[in-house]
Structure formats: structure tokens, C-alpha cells
């Protein structure tokens, strides 16, 4: 499952079973994930919600205040260096699958696993989100923005290399760089379909 993920959205996961374990907990709950988000401020899913006007350290505390008390530290048990996730953690997970699949993106960032905590809105995380007024919505408009922005600054440079190669200079791959710009066009153009789409249903 985990081979889509993208480096960032690994490290969330990694630091969601991190507060896990720290919480002497048995598993990886929904507001470990988020946690493990805010751990990684540089991520998109932390630059959306800093877009949305949230504060990472406010959202962090409200996290903390409404997880259940900590385990009983002085009982020494035995436990798997990874937690099992419980069945609303499941979920977000695989929302963040579907979130990625309508898209139209075969790898699974930051921002789905944002989109997967929002959308299980039984979660402790998807509360808080809540109580932030952060949406599914909002969360998805500013993805596509950002998207949009990210493939756009790589279309400039994929571009900027071709104009290289035009005035002389070699290029290692022709054919691969052909390859990037094809892809760059059929991510912008679904990028497009996604945002046209949206503003038809407004």
C-alpha cells in the first residue's frame, strides 16, 4: 500500500506511529496522523492549511486536549515497533487513496491524507479540522491550486531545457524529455478538467 506514498506523506506516517507509541497506546489512531502531519511543516498539507489561515500549533494543542489520557507508563509491555491502525485510521487511508484517484494522480501526497482525515469526520482529527473550519472543500481548491502552480514551474523548466537543446545544446534524452513534457500536459489538462468541472457545479 505504502510504495504510492510520496517521501513526505511516508514521514507523516512513520511520526503518526511515533505519538503512537509515546501516547502507550496499542494503535495508531486518526489524531496520530494528524499529528504526524503537523510534525512536517513543510509538506503541501501543511502549506494548505497555513494557506486556509490555520495556525499549525493551535490545531496541534487542540489535538492534544481531546486525545483520551495517556496509558499507564508504568506498566512495561512488549509492543511491535508499528502500531495496527484502528478502523477510522483505516479510512483515512483510504480516502486518501480515492482522494489521489480523483485526482487522477498515481501517487499518494500530504495533502490526500489531509483530504482522508477531513472526510472521516468521526476521527478526533476530523473534528478538530472541523472546529477550524477546515472542509473538504477548501482543502480541494487549494490543493488544485498549488497543483496547479507546481506543474506549471516544472512545465517552465522541462520548457526552458527544450529551448537549450533547440539553440545547440545537448540534451542526455530527447525522447525522455518529450516523455516529461507529454505528462506535464495530461497533469495540467486534468488539473483543468478537475477546476472547469467544479466551476460548472457552482
Same mark, same amino acid.
Given at each position: ?75 512495561? #509491555? ?11 485510521? *483505516? *479510512? ?68 526552458? *531545457? ?12 530527447? #525522447? ?27
Amino acid at each position: 500500500m505504502y510504495e504510492r506514498f510520496t517521501e513526505d506523506a511516508r514521514k507523516i506516517m512513520q511520526s503518526a506511529n511515533q505519538r503512537a507509541c509515546e501516547s502507550n497506546g496499542e494503535y495508531c489512531e486518526t489524531e496520530h496522523i494528524l499529528l504526524g502531519l503537523l510534525d512536517n511543516p513543510h509538506s503541501i498539507a501543511a502549506d494548505i492549511l497555513r494557506n486556509l489561515g490555520s495556525d499549525l500549533k493551535q490545531i496541534a494543542a487542540m489535538v492534544r486536549e481531546n486525545m483520551p489520557p495517556l496509558g499507564d507508563k508504568s506498566i512495561v #509491555t512488549s509492543k511491535p515497533t508499528k502500531l495496527p491502525q484502528t478502523p477510522l485510521a *483505516k *479510512k483515512v487511508v483510504e480516502y486518501a487513496i480515492e482522494g489521489a484517484r480523483n485526482l487522477k494522480q498515481d501517487y499518494l501526497g500530504t495533502e490526500h491524507l489531509l483530504y482522508g482525515l477531513i472526510r472521516e469526520a468521526n476521527g478526533i482529527a476530523g473534528q478538530v479540522l472541523a472546529h477550524f473550519g477546515i472542509t473538504i472543500d477548501k482543502v480541494r481548491k487549494e490543493t488544485l491550486s498549488i497543483l496547479g502552480l507546481t506543474l506549471l514551474q516544472e512545465g517552465v523548466q522541462v520548457l526552458n *531545457k527544450g529551448t537549450y537543446a533547440l539553440k545547440g545544446k545537448a540534451v542526455e534524452d530527447p #525522447t525522455e524529455l518529450a516523455k516529461t513534457i507529454t505528462a506535464l500536459c495530461q497533469n495540467l489538462s486534468n488539473v483543468t478538467i478537475i477546476v472547469t468541472g467544479e466551476k460548472k457545479a457552482t
